[in-house]
């Protein structure tokens, strides 16, 4: 069985708890994660929606993909950390960044996206590059 999943924002405000594995974990360098982030990349992990238990609210705020399609990042309203992020065109599926785990040890990104946008200062790391994609 899958060891419990817990994390949450800075203040405590907002948990969540799953008992599902990550789908996918990966560090994505668009402009966009890099702006939400404030850094040079997301790290991030995705979990099927109906498995993860959220307490507290999460806030969130509407922007596109380069495809178009709806995109939410969801953060803390009290504290502002960026928690969650999820678009429409994968209702199924909430993407979580891998700072808010109580035990961030557990993650570890198994590819990179857009690392043709990573800053000259947060390159990706080459073992981990888009031809290693699920």
């Known amino acids: 069985m899958t060891a419990k999943l817990t994390g949450g924002c800075t203040c405590g405000a907002v948990r969540y708890e799953t008992e599902?594995?990550?789908?996918?974990?990966?560090?994505?360098?668009?402009?966009?994660?890099q702006r939400a982030t404030g850094a040079g990349h997301a790290s991030a992990f995705a979990l099927p929606a109906d498995a993860v238990r959220i307490t507290g609210?999460?806030?969130?705020?509407?922007?596109?993909?380069?495809a178009g399609a709806a995109t939410y990042g969801g953060f803390c309203p009290t504290c502002g950390s960026p928690l969650t992020s999820r678009t429409e065109r994968f209702p199924e599926r909430l993407y979580f960044?891998?700072?808010?785990?109580?035990?961030?040890?557990?993650?570890?990104?198994?590819f990179v996206l857009f690392g043709e946008e990573a800053q000259p200062w947060d390159l990706p790391a080459p073992e981990n590059n888009e031809e290693n994609q699920p």
């Open 20 to 33: 599902a594995e990550f789908e996918f974990s990966f560090n994505c360098h668009c402009r966009k994660c």
């Open 57 to 66: 609210d999460i806030r969130e705020y509407k922007g596109s993909s380069d």
């Open 97 to 110: 960044h891998a700072a808010t785990l109580d035990d961030p040890s557990v993650f570890q990104a198994r």
